[in-house]
């Protein structure tokens, strides 16, 4: 229990700390945004600081923090170091640099920036690689949802009846302006996904939980290596290369640069708290990780979280279950498609005021999905994670790219060179070794990525050293 309280503690004095280096850092000033500069009345809208940030942390979190932390929760208590130190030291920087750089480029898209700072190539390598990893967020986030309301609804509505429920929903979401569905709406549900956690984290506390400690042990039942698998497992809850595609999208909408820590960094940080309480709350109530990975294998992510809101809260936690794991999928879903859009028109030049136009965009990429919900979800999460942590991976090289281009002190962009190199490890090293790629022995995969990493983190070193000998000429 005192690991937990200290996790948290941690969370926040690095919002009031590091959050601080990391702003001043990328220097925001007095400038006009582009939510003022180019308003539309659809995705260019000015948006209060408050609701800015519950749009944000909904956009980012949905129920990543939730069923990822659930399953790196098997890993053992581990996984709180995790969580704090991934989300203060990637997690929050990722966010926060990438919606700050959008936001000084009018708004767009991490495939578009990396376009920018790192050529054409990585730009076109960027555009297929978000929108492949938009499209199957939303298809997972289609999947848990349907899969619970089809549990509390007659047989006649089953999960395939509100799958086309919910993508009908995503049409609408993704082609309204902002303000209109997701600004109203996003804020009540971003309550709801706070009260879960506060509610879950008041039972461990107050309902005679235990605890363990955080130490390195691997308590995974079923053996599987802590590195690289949990820091692919829990994605939300402390980087997340999805993030990199919702960023862009409010800061299109705030109103001042210096709004951009709370709002960026400060929803990240948030989203590391929901996944610290749903991870402790995962073992408190199953009291053994071998009980959690049974649950979460037998009831799935959605029914393991009905279990727990409803065994430690009772009817109201169920409620609040209901409302949290069919709202908060949803609405990562609907942003998902929304930004698979944006980049999408920002590929084919369409301007995205006239209906007709989102209609051309949108209806492909949710009929791409409606064939996705066929697979298995464990294989889609999968996929799903290796994806965003990549996508995570190479965000982070685009911020070191900016950052060595626009600051004179060189040697900030190590604020995003270190965890770039760490998550290049991560994922490199995952795909070679993970039975979904390529089913390598981890005694060849293993030095590969690190040698990956190692090749990446000197030609920063290199490319430091020549941009600092051009300034000194």
Request: net charge positive; glycine share 10%; proline share 4%.
């Amino acid at each position: 229990m005192v690991s937990l309280l200290l996790s948290f503690a941690a969370l926040i004095l690095a919002y009031h700390t590091f959050g601080k280096v990391a702003e001043g850092v990328f220097g925001p000033d007095d400038r006009m945004t582009p939510a003022h500069r180019l308003t539309d009345g659809v995705d260019y809208v000015p948006m209060q600081s408050s609701r800015a940030f519950l749009v944000q942390l909904l956009n980012i979190a949905g129920t990543g923090p939730i069923f990822g932390a659930l399953m790196g929760a098997c890993f053992g208590p581990v996984v709180f170091l995790w969580i704090v130190l991934g989300a203060v030291l990637a997690g929050g920087i990722h966010d926060y640099m990438v919606g700050m750089i959008s936001e000084r480029n009018d708004g767009k898209s991490i495939a578009e920036l990396s376009g920018i700072y790192m050529g054409n190539t990585l730009k076109w390598v960027m555009r297929a690689f978000s929108v492949l990893l938009l499209v199957l967020t939303g298809t997972v986030f289609v999947n848990s949802p349907a899969a619970l309301i089809a549990r509390l609804t007659p047989a006649a509505l089953n999960e395939k009846f509100w799958i086309v429920v919910i993508l009908i929903y995503y049409v609408l979401a993704t082609l309204l302006p902002i303000d209109k569905v997701i600004g109203r709406l996003y804020p009540l549900f971003g309550a709801v996904l706070l009260t879960m956690a506060f509610g879950i984290g008041g039972a461990i506390f107050f309902g005679g939980y235990t605890l363990p400690e955080i130490s390195l042990t691997n308590l995974h039942p079923e053996g599987l290596p802590i590195w690289p698998y949990m820091f692919v497992t829990v994605a939300c809850g402390a980087i997340s290369g999805f993030h990199a595609t919702q960023s862009p999208m409010i800061a299109k909408c705030i109103n001042s640069e210096k709004e951009g820590r709370r709002i960026f960094y400060g929803a990240m940080l948030k989203e590391s708290m929901i996944a610290l309480v749903w991870a402790a709350g995962g073992v408190a109530f199953y009291g053994t990780t071998g009980s959690l990975h049974s649950a979460l294998s037998n009831l799935g992510q959605s029914g393991t979280v009905y279990d727990i809101a409803t065994g430690m809260l009772g009817a109201a936690g169920g409620i609040l279950a209901i409302v949290g794991v069919v709202a908060c999928p949803i609405t990562s879903g609907d942003t998902a498609f929304r930004s698979a859009r944006l980049i999408l028109a920002e590929i084919t030049g369409l301007n995205q005021k006239p209906i007709k136009n989102r209609l051309i965009i949108t209806i492909p990429l949710l009929g791409a999905a409606s064939v996705l919900t066929q697979l298995d979800f464990n294989v889609l999460w999968r996929y799903f994670s290796w994806s965003n942590q990549t996508l995570a991976m190479i965000t982070l090289w685009v911020v070191t790219a900016y950052l060595l281009k626009s600051n004179d002190y060189r040697w900030d962009s190590l604020i995003s060179a270190v965890p770039a190199t760490f998550m290049s490890a991560v994922s490199m090293t995952y795909i070679l070794v993970a039975d979904e790629g390529m089913g390598l022995a981890k005694e060849i995969a293993y030095p590969i990525g690190i040698v990956f990493a190692a090749v990446l983190f000197v030609s920063y070193l290199m490319w430091n050293r020549k941009i600092s000998a051009k300034r000194s000429l």
